[in-house]
Nanobody, 119 residues
């Protein structure tokens, strides 16, 4: 079982940057695709970015493409989300999650970290 703990959230002005981290425990971390999701108040959780187990393939939601970068360090069991040119509409709780390769479902989630972007 993988346990995930996010950190790095906070309050930032529009145009600023933050880097989120997701520390994972578990021997299968390096094999699993990881993702970042977010949920704003009153809205459904949405996909932000995903990265393959090796880190060689990344994907992004259109809303963050060109501004956010997902990466991972398997030696440190950590996945990152570098967020640049932040906008007020990026305000949300950000979650990392691990994709179960058998079910193709994200079945392990962190507790989330709050990101607030002021205008």
């Amino acid at each position: 079982q993988v346990q995930l703990v996010e950190s790095g959230g906070g309050l930032v002005q529009a145009g600023g940057s933050l880097r989120l981290s997701c520390a994972a425990s578990g021997r299968t971390f390096s094999n699993g695709r990881m993702g970042w999701f977010r949920q704003a108040p009153g809205k459904e959780r949405e996909f932000v970015a995903g990265i393959s187990g090796s880190g060689s393939i990344a994907s992004y939601a259109d809303s963050v493409k060109g501004r956010f970068i997902i990466s991972r360090d398997n030696a440190k069991n950590t996945v990152y989300l570098q967020m640049n040119s932040l906008k007020p509409e990026d305000t949300a709780v950000y979650y990392c999650a691990r994709l179960n390769s058998l079910s193709s479902v994200y079945d392990a989630w962190g507790q989330g970290t709050q990101v607030t972007v002021s205008s």
